[in-house]
Structure formats: structure tokens, C-alpha cells
């Protein structure tokens, strides 16, 4: 089905929509080409509305880029006003004539009364004495002491500029202060539960601004925390719908993937998963050094318990062989796969994801139970969750040498409400258990994952091109006779 064409600054990512602004040539370096920000609404009528504050606010983002000195935001402004009184009342002198901050302050709440209103120049006073602190006053000390990835950070932005650009709409002050618990409650309302937004979404956001709001009130006592307890529940299914759920390829869907898959790099990052456990990013960031002795070494991954050494399956022998040659110790496994820019929040297999996927609904390898579901039940995590399934079924089928235990400290993951990754595990799983596994077992446990009958290890016939890269669509050439027929 053909989707609705949108209106300017919108464009259609999956079935979601999002805004875009195009970034002048001299801050390409500094922005990308486009600056893009995913929308609540997935409604093109309701997204042209829901749009003016979000391009706004990435307007004033490459302004403020253009010429900080200029133009600045007039919270940044009260912020400085603020800490000029603070300043004043240390160096307080009783026999300075000069005229006081507070006096000069009411001069420029005066003066923005004038040029933006009461309710402007009553919000700047505000934030200026202390009566008031402006949302991102203290978020870059909450990232410098939590130490999130940068996905994390941007996620918890955009849920901030949603929040100010809700504010600006209701009249209401852009202050951690102002958001009291009947405030939260109409925020929520009104930007997830109206436009019929993805719980899913709503939840992640409302659980970036209590994290937020809880460290607020253990280092600045800024308390109650009005997110606490605030979530969206999921719509309620048929019983007889099937229900979406992330699961492990079928021994049928993986024959299909390994003979299938037309790009070598795609298929031997499938390979190493398949056989090893190892997330896609795991494997991206391999490198030569961390491939030696019939040993896999990740040295980085998204949890502690990911930092782990395990053993190579014998079957990937071949691949690291061919991969390790003429390379030094220190370059990447995948060393064709393209740096991503300082402070993106892409990793270094990001484009081994996107054509993976490419490849796998071309395959016709993909499961929605719903015309609705945004995401399929099976991508390359999958890979992951079917190594673990058949290594708990080695087990069932007898085999020896290592214990449901042993899994855990193969993949390095916790187990969590008696699965691994959404694979189902006997429920003593849920119990501690008293150590880590010895090598002799892991080595057991890897080997006892085997690929199905007629899924080759090695394989030649890929496509030439190069890797990642998609193939240009070629028009048919017409003669200009045939054209004037």
C-alpha cells in the first residue's frame, strides 16, 4: 500500500515520520547533511502540526552554531543573570555605588516584556533570581556523572525539547520546578495518549525524564519526582491474536540466510553469530588481535558481563584465517566497514544491520503478526538467540561436558526471569550460581552448536560489488527507434 505523501520538513523512516532540515554546506562538518528527529505521531494531518516546534527548535540549533554570540536563547541568558547575582552577593560591597544586578535585572525583564511578552520576561525573571531551573541547567553534569552511551543522551534530549516545545504551547514555565505531578500527568495525556502514540515510545521517554528528575532529587533534593509511576499501558490483545514476540531463526529460515545472503561480509558476520553468540556490534568491533589461538576475544561490548573470552568454533577456522592474513594485530576484523562520525550514536556495524535486513525480507525471511508492528520477530539478534536455543537443546538431546550454566558465560548475559534473551531456561536459572564456567566446558558448549544438514561453512559465490553498498537500479536502454515506436 502506497503511503501518504507528506508535507515540507517530513519524510516517511519505516512507517514512522520524522522532520528533517537540511544543514547549509559550511556546517556539514560540524551536522551531517540533514538534521532529522523522529515524531510521536505516525498521522501525516497531526504530524504537520507537531512538526513547527521541532523545526524550530533544530533551527535555532544550527543558528545558534552560525553565531552563539548573537542570538542566544534567553534561558541561557537568565542562567548567566543568575550566576552574576550569585557572583555579586560573594563580592558584596556596601560602599560600591555602582547600580546592583538586581536593579540592572529589572531593566532586561522590562525590556523582554517588551519584545516577547509577560510571559517570556515572568519566566526569565523567574529562572534569573532562582526561583526556577530551566530543564537542561544541570543535564550535562547528570551525563558527566552517569557516563551513558550517546544514544542514551540523545534520546533523553529529544524527550526535553519535547517537553519545552509541549511548555511553550500550554503557557507553561520551562522549569524542573513547574512540572508537578498533575502537570507530568497532562503532558503525558496530551502528547502520547491523544495521538495514539506506540507505548512502547511513550514509555521510553517518560523513563529518560525519571531518571533524570530521580537524580535531580538525590544531589539537588528537587523533589517529588512527578514521573515516578507514570507509565502507558500496552492496548489490550484478542487472546486468540498472536502476540509479537522477538524469537531465534528457525533451523529452516537459517538454511535459507547462509545459502542465500549475497554479500560475503554479511554472511560471515552471520556465520560468526550463529556459531559464537556474538552481537552484531561485538563482531564489528574484533579486531585482528582478539582472533589468535582458537580464542574469541571481546573486549567490547554493552554490559560489563559482554567483556569475555570464549572459544572459536572449529567451523569458523576458515573465516578468521582468510579475515587475520596480512593484517596487523591492532586493525579490525571488518576493517572495510567505514568509521562513524565523533559522537554518533551508530556503531561500527551499523551498516551491517541495514543490509542484513535488506537481505533477509528478500529472502522472505520475516515475521509481523500485525500490519502495524514496526519491527520484525526476527532481525540478527536472532542469530544469537538461536545459538543459545540450540546449545540448551544439545543439552536435552544428551550432550555432555558443560551445564545450562555454562550458556551464560558464553553469550555474557545475565540471566533474567529464567531466560536468556528471550530463550527459555529451567526455571533454577533464576537462582545464583557459584562460579563461572572452566574453559574445558565452554569449549563443550560451542561445539555442541551445529549448523543444520546442507548450510555450508565455506562459501564463493558472492557478489562482487562492494560490501554494504547497494546496487545502482540501471534503466533499460532504449533504441531511439524502439523509443519512437
Known amino acids: 500500500m502506497k503511503k501518504p505523501k507528506l508535507g515540507p520538513y517530513l519524510e516517511w523512516h519505516g512507517n514512522r515520520i520524522r522532520v528533517v532540515v537540511r544543514v547549509p554546506p559550511k556546517q556539514k562538518s560540524q551536522f551531517g547533511s540533514k538534521l532529522r528527529e523522529v515524531l510521536v505521531t505516525r498521522i501525516p494531518l497531526e504530524a504537520d502540526s507537531e512538526k513547527v516546534p521541532v523545526v524550530r527548535r533544530l533551527k535555532a540549533k544550527l543558528r545558534g552554531q552560525k553565531n552563539t554570540d548573537r542570538q542566544?536563547?534567553?534561558?541561557e541568558e537568565a542562567m548567566r543573570w543568575r550566576?552574576?547575582?550569585?557572583?555579586?552577593?560573594?563580592?558584596?560591597?556596601?560602599?560600591?555605588?555602582?547600580?546592583?544586578?538586581?536593579?540592572?535585572?529589572?531593566?532586561?525583564?522590562?525590556?523582554?516584556?517588551?519584545?516577547?511578552?509577560?510571559?517570556?520576561?515572568?519566566?526569565?525573571?523567574?529562572?534569573?533570581?532562582?526561583?526556577?531551573?530551566?530543564?537542561r541547567a544541570l543535564l550535562d553534569v547528570w551525563f558527566e556523572e552517569g557516563n551513558f552511551s550517546i544514544?542514551?543522551?540523545e534520546d533523553v534530549r529529544r524527550v526535553l525539547g519535547r517537553l519545552e516545545a509541549w511548555c511553550a504551547t500550554t503557557s507553561t514555565m520551562q522549569s524542573i520546578e513547574a512540572i508537578k505531578v498533575p502537570v507530568a500527568g497532562r503532558f503525558i495525556h496530551e502528547t502520547y495518549i491523544r495521538p495514539k502514540a506506540n507505548h512502547t515510545t511513550a514509555n521510553k521517554d517518560i523513563s529518560c525524564l525519571r531518571s533524570y528528575w530521580e537524580w535531580l532529587g538525590l544531589r539537588y533534593d528537587m523533589r517529588p519526582n512527578p514521573w515516578h509511576r507514570q507509565t502507558l499501558k500496552a492496548p489490550s490483545k484478542r487472546h486468540d491474536v498472536e502476540e509479537a514476540k522477538k524469537r531465534p531463526f528457525s533451523d529452516e529460515e537459517v538454511r535459507t540466510l547462509l545459502r542465500g545472503i549475497k554479500t560475503k561480509r554479511d554472511w560471515q558476520?552471520?556465520?560468526?553469530?550463529?556459531?559464537?553468540?556474538?552481537?552484531?556490534?561485538?563482531?564489528?568491533?574484533?579486531?585482528?588481535?582478539?582472533?589468535?589461538?582458537?580464542?574469541?576475544?571481546?573486549?567490547?561490548?554493552?554490559?560489563p558481563t559482554g567483556k569475555r573470552t570464549i572459544p572459536a568454533h572449529p567451523a569458523l577456522a576458515a573465516l578468521i584465517a582468510d579475515r587475520i592474513n596480512g593484517?596487523?594485530?591492532?586493525?579490525?576484523?571488518?576493517?572495510?566497514?567505514?568509521?562513524?562520525?565523533?559522537?554518533?550514536?551508530?556503531?561500527?556495524?551499523?551498516?551491517v544491520t541495514q543490509s542484513f535486513s535488506r537481505e533477509r525480507v528478500r529472502l522472505a525471511v520475516d515475521?509481523?503478526?500485525?500490519?502495524?508492528?514496526?519491527?520484525?520477530?526476527?532481525?540478527?539478534?536472532?542469530?544469537?538467540?538461536?545459538?543459545?536455543?540450540?546449545?540448551?537443546?544439545?543439552?536435552?538431546?544428551?550432550?555432555?561436558?558443560?551445564?545450562?550454566?555454562t550458556i551464560p558465560d558464553v553469550v555474557g548475559h545475565k540471566?533474567?526471569?529464567?531466560?536468556?534473551?528471550?530463550?527459555?531456561?529451567?526455571?533454577?536459572?533464576?537462582?545464583?550460581?557459584?562460579?563461572?564456567?572452566?574453559?574445558?566446558?565452554?569449549?563443550?558448549?560451542?561445539?555442541?552448536?551445529?549448523?543444520?544438514?546442507d548450510v555450508p561453512v565455506n562459501r564463493t559465490d558472492f557478489e562482487t560489488h562492494g560490501?554494504?553498498?547497494?546496487?545502482?537500479?540501471?534503466?533499460?536502454?532504449?533504441s531511439l527507434q524502439k523509443a519512437a515506436e
Not at 283 to 298: H, Q
Request: glycine letters at 8%; aromatic letters at 6%.
Open 83 to 135: 550566576k552574576a547575582a550569585a557572583d555579586e552577593t560573594l563580592a558584596n560591597d556596601p560602599d560600591d555605588p555602582q547600580t546592583t544586578v538586581a536593579e540592572a535585572l529589572s531593566d532586561r525583564v522590562d525590556r523582554i516584556a517588551q519584545l516577547h511578552g509577560a510571559s517570556e520576561a515572568l519566566q526569565f525573571d523567574a529562572v534569573a533570581r532562582g526561583k526556577a531551573t530551566p530543564f
Open 269 to 303: 558476520f552471520s556465520l560468526i553469530s550463529a556459531l559464537s553468540g556474538l552481537r552484531i556490534d561485538e563482531i564489528g568491533s574484533l579486531r585482528v588481535k582478539d582472533c589468535a589461538d582458537g580464542k574469541i576475544t571481546v573486549a567490547k561490548s554493552k554490559t
Open 467 to 478: 560490501p554494504g553498498r547497494r546496487r545502482r537500479k540501471v534503466k533499460p536502454v532504449v
Open 151 to 153: 544514544g542514551y543522551e
Open 327 to 351: 593484517k596487523p594485530s591492532n586493525a579490525y576484523l571488518f576493517d572495510e566497514l567505514p568509521e562513524q562520525k565523533p559522537g554518533s550514536k551508530r556503531g561500527r556495524s551499523a551498516p
Open 367 to 405: 515475521e509481523r503478526v500485525a500490519k502495524q508492528q514496526r519491527q520484525s520477530n526476527v532481525d540478527f539478534h536472532s542469530w544469537r538467540r538461536w545459538f543459545i536455543r540450540t546449545a540448551r537443546e544439545a543439552l536435552l538431546n544428551g550432550a555432555t561436558g558443560y551445564s545450562d550454566w
Open 415 to 453: 540471566v533474567e526471569g529464567g531466560s536468556l534473551d528471550g530463550v527459555e531456561l529451567p526455571l533454577g536459572m533464576t537462582m545464583r550460581y557459584s562460579g563461572k564456567a572452566s574453559w574445558e566446558a565452554m569449549v563443550a558448549c560451542v561445539n555442541a552448536v551445529t549448523l543444520p544438514d
Open 72 to 75: 542566544q536563547p534567553l534561558i
